[in-house]
């Protein structure tokens, strides 16, 4: 079996995808809510491609090769959506910890400002329990932190997606406090995440320039009332 990809011929293999088959062509497709360790929802769009005789753009992570297709990844339709998804996410979230999709957008010539009249996703910063902070207005909804906490890695199930539509957010089951949840904190939700919506505690103070000391102080209190806590409840 064989695809064009570029004007290059790639030989492939049954289930194989069209962004399996680019990366071993040596073609690098963007992508965002793609993880190695996880399941891919097909969510982002980021690695549309088109294929010539589909009506649409088609997502490649799970878009399966076919003998003979013909594949662009950089076609002017392909770069206009992903600055389009790019600008789209910009205009509602904050993306200044996300340098991948930065780099994206420089390399795309995005105008990031392009909606920036448009509605913000506000959310409240969670700084409830002593391991990470929830900050979702840096969240783009990539799922991945869904993912990690479900199926893919834990299955602890602390993570949903809740609202419908732009309202639509990363929650916990009832909007619990993190601590009133399943989770186990095992770190790999902040791990997978790409914007830094998630990050460790540590990370937080030391970007907020405490000393390494202070910051095993506070880290040290903050357990010890966590788990006084959980012992009276």
């Known amino acids: 079996m064989h695809v064009t990809i570029n004007g290059q011929r790639v030989p492939v293999t049954s289930g194989m995808t069209v962004l399996e088959a680019a990366e071993q062509a040596g073609i690098h497709i963007p992508r965002l809510c793609v993880h190695e360790s996880l399941t891919r929802p097909a969510i982002c769009r980021l690695c549309v491609v088109e294929w010539e005789g589909a009506r649409t753009l088609v997502p490649s992570c799970v878009a399966q090769v076919r003998d ?12 206009r959506a992903r600055r389009t998804i790019l600008e789209l996410l910009a205009s509602t979230v904050d993306l200044s910890e996300a340098p991948e999709l930065v780099a994206y957008a420089e390399e795309l010539g995005a105008d990031l400002g ?14 409830d329990n002593p391991f990470y902070i929830r900050d979702y207005n840096k969240c783009v909804l990539c799922a991945r932190c869904v993912q990690a906490c479900a ?6 199930y602390a ?14 089951f009832f909007h619990a406090p993190m601590p009133e949840t399943t989770c186990v904190f095992c770190g790999n939700c902040v791990a997978v ?37 959980k012992r009276d409840s």
């Open 193 to 229: 995440c790409p914007t830094g919506a998630l990050k460790a505690k540590e990370e937080v103070l030391m970007e907020e320039g405490l000393p390494p000391d202070e910051i095993w102080q506070r880290k040290m209190a903050e357990k010890r009332q966590w788990r006084r806590q």
């Open 151 to 156: 199926d893919d890695l834990q299955f602890t």
């Open 68 to 79: 003979g297709a013909v594949i662009h990844t950089e076609s002017e339709r392909v770069r």
């Open 114 to 127: 392009r909606f920036s009249e448009g509605e913000r996703r506000e959310f409240p910063v969670y700084d």
């Open 159 to 172: 993570l949903t997606i809740s609202g419908r539509g732009f309202h639509s957010r990363v929650d916990t």
